[in-house]
């Protein structure tokens, strides 16, 4: 199904001098503004369930960790929830888009450069 999708998208990629590079602009294409509205709020509620899904798994991961080390009961899952959140935050903010990539490339590789020399 996934690849008939795609398939149509790629058909339909340029249709009347417009580029339709996302399926939300394709659905508003063919379908109208509700939809378009529909199919943005759609797939922004599918990235967040998403994220949120693997913030709560990593947590999972993180307390079955702990356990294997240290089965004292201190570190309770709500809170290895919350560090996979906020390592999550970390991620989210300190990576940069491609188009900023090469300066956060180059000042990676000074400082790794500088701390082995």
Excluded at 38 to 60: E, H, K, P, R, S
Excluded at 64 to 87: E, H, N, Q, T, W
Excluded at 89 to 103: C, D, E, N, T, Y
Aim: contains cysteine; aromatic residues 14%; charged residues 15%.
């Amino acid at each position: 199904m996934s690849l008939y999708a795609n398939i149509l998208v790629a058909r339909l990629h340029e249709v009347g001098g417009r580029r339709k590079i996302r399926y939300r602009d394709l659905a508003g294409y063919i379908y109208g503004k509700k939809m378009y509205r529909l199919t943005w709020a759609l797939q922004y509620v599918n990235l967040f369930m998403i994220n949120t899904g693997y913030i709560i798994l990593a947590g999972q991961a993180l307390k079955a960790i702990y356990v294997l080390f240290r089965d004292d009961g201190a570190l309770k899952l709500p809170y290895c929830i919350a560090i996979a959140g906020f390592v999550c935050a970390l991620f989210a903010f300190g990576i940069p888009h491609l188009s900023a990539l090469r300066v956060w490339l180059v000042s990676q590789r000074s400082l790794v450069l500088y701390i082995l020399s």
